[in-house]
């Protein structure tokens, strides 16, 4: 079974940085794409990246130029790295796995992680 575990979440201050990591277990990981949403409070969830299994990567708008996706295919690991963070980017952040499409909406979304919450304060 598949199980997507995010960790790294935590309280920031604004214009600080973090990295949230997610840990793949029971699948092969290097045969799924993998993604990031986040849903902050009071809003539906959003599209944050994408990164193929040949490491292309996307972003969505909201976020696009202060957040970096990687991934480690020896390690089952895949990380955001968020700069500049702002009160808004207040979110449970997700991370997800596409054995299809790179995940860029949620109809492409396989599996689900249960997220990490990360907080900016001003």
């Known amino acids: 079974q598949v199980q997507l575990v995010e960790s790294g979440g935590g309280l920031v201050q604004a214009g600080g940085s973090l990295r949230v990591t997610c840990a793949v277990s029971?699948?092969?990981?290097?045969?799924?794409?993998m993604g990031w949403y986040r849903e902050a409070p009071g809003k539906g969830r959003e599209f944050v990246a994408a990164i193929s299994q040949s490491d292309g990567t996307w972003y969505g708008d909201p976020m696009k130029g202060r957040i970096t996706i990687a991934r480690d295919n020896g390690k089952n690991m895949v990380y955001l790295n968020i700069f500049n963070l702002k009160p808004e980017d207040t979110a449970v952040y997700y991370c997800?796995?596409?054995?299809?499409?790179?995940?860029?909406?949620?109809?492409?979304?396989?599996?689900w992680g249960k997220g990490t919450l990360v907080t900016v304060s001003s």
């Open positions: 997800v796995a596409s054995g299809g499409p790179i995940p860029t909406t949620e109809s492409g979304v396989d599996y």
């Open positions: 029971g699948a092969t990981f290097s045969r799924f794409a």
